[in-house]
């Protein structure tokens, strides 16, 4: 179950920058899609990380209590192991890496490498089920007005506020901004094109999307770098030109 809930958080947050076709066509995975990021006008993600945390300790409180072992005086030791084993046994550390590794970053490793297989199962609908009855409860509400308290002080918006839905973004081709200004130099080689970091959103979206004028940029970047260099004229250069007008001065009065 904690692994799970561990897998389910990656999964989801993956998920949402993708567009419901690219979602696949696996039925517990668009229900689970549509209850997520569709019911409650999107605050069911939030919910469900609120209802995963309380689900989360649950489980860790369970765990610790069953893989630690506390001897009572008199006792002797398990399988004859010698005190300084068995004092470390009865901290629970075990429990500890037990979860960690085995219930927590395992599962997550999978979750990130195949999102949408993740969702496409029974069993993730079922806890996110679960996950959103307990933030119903109103158990960790508080953490509701925390999350809006900090949004109003540092001015947090949505990404679609700043990168489009994921329906917006494949229309136009193009990538998160987060992403642009790292991508773009290094992909296209417009080196040769001054402050091109800072050129018009709409510029950088048709360079991305139209290899034509990606091309064309390129060419203009690379002509750029390779154009000679106009010589300055020569301190001479005044006076030989006015012996020649004097000379055709002479010229014409002949």
Same mark, same amino acid.
């Given at each position: 179950v904690v692994g799970m809930l561990e897998g389910m958080q990656?999964?989801?947050?993956? !998920?949402?920058?993708?567009?419901?076709?690219?979602?696949? &066509?696996?039925?517990?995975?668009?229900?689970? #899609?549509?209850?997520?990021?569709?019911?409650?006008?999107?605050?069911?993600?939030?919910?469900?990380?609120?209802?995963?945390?309380? #689900? /989360? !300790? &649950? #489980?860790?409180?369970? !765990?610790?209590? /069953?893989?630690?072992? &506390?001897?009572?005086?008199?006792?002797?030791?398990?399988?004859?192991?010698?005190? /300084? /084993?068995?004092?470390f046994l009865n901290l629970g550390f075990q429990g500890a890496l037990i979860t960690t590794i085995l219930a927590s970053i395992t599962w997550q490793l999978v979750a990130g490498a195949f999102p949408i297989a993740f969702l496409s199962t029974p069993i993730t609908y079922i806890l996110l089920v679960i996950c959103l009855t307990l933030e119903w409860t109103g158990i960790c509400n508080g953490a509701w007005v925390l999350g809006a308290i900090f949004k109003k002080a540092l001015g947090y918006q949505l990404d679609e506020v700043y990168i489009g839905t994921p329906e917006e973004r494949k229309a136009r081709g193009a990538k998160d901004d987060s992403q642009r200004e790292i991508m773009i130099p290094a992909e296209t080689g417009y080196h040769g094109l001054p402050n091109f970091g800072k050129a018009p959103k709409s510029l950088r979206d048709l360079a991305e999307s139209d290899p034509e004028v990606g091309n064309y940029l390129a060419e203009v970047a690379a002509s750029k770098g390779s154009a000679p260099a106009v010589a300055a004229p020569s301190a001479s250069a005044p006076a030989m030109s006015a012996a020649a007008s004097y000379d055709d001065d002479d010229s014409v009065e002949c």
């Amino acid at each position: 179950v904690v692994g799970m809930l561990e897998g389910m958080q990656i999964a989801f947050f993956y !998920v949402a920058k993708l567009s419901e076709e690219e979602r696949g &066509s696996n039925t517990w995975a668009n229900k689970t #899609c549509d209850l997520l990021y569709n019911k409650r006008n999107g605050l069911n993600l939030p919910g469900f990380m609120i209802g995963r945390q309380l #689900c /989360v !300790v &649950s #489980c860790f409180f369970i !765990v610790a209590r /069953v893989v630690t072992h &506390s001897l009572e005086e008199g006792e002797t030791n398990v399988l004859g192991l010698p005190d /300084v /084993v068995q004092n470390f046994l009865n901290l629970g550390f075990q429990g500890a890496l037990i979860t960690t590794i085995l219930a927590s970053i395992t599962w997550q490793l999978v979750a990130g490498a195949f999102p949408i297989a993740f969702l496409s199962t029974p069993i993730t609908y079922i806890l996110l089920v679960i996950c959103l009855t307990l933030e119903w409860t109103g158990i960790c509400n508080g953490a509701w007005v925390l999350g809006a308290i900090f949004k109003k002080a540092l001015g947090y918006q949505l990404d679609e506020v700043y990168i489009g839905t994921p329906e917006e973004r494949k229309a136009r081709g193009a990538k998160d901004d987060s992403q642009r200004e790292i991508m773009i130099p290094a992909e296209t080689g417009y080196h040769g094109l001054p402050n091109f970091g800072k050129a018009p959103k709409s510029l950088r979206d048709l360079a991305e999307s139209d290899p034509e004028v990606g091309n064309y940029l390129a060419e203009v970047a690379a002509s750029k770098g390779s154009a000679p260099a106009v010589a300055a004229p020569s301190a001479s250069a005044p006076a030989m030109s006015a012996a020649a007008s004097y000379d055709d001065d002479d010229s014409v009065e002949c």
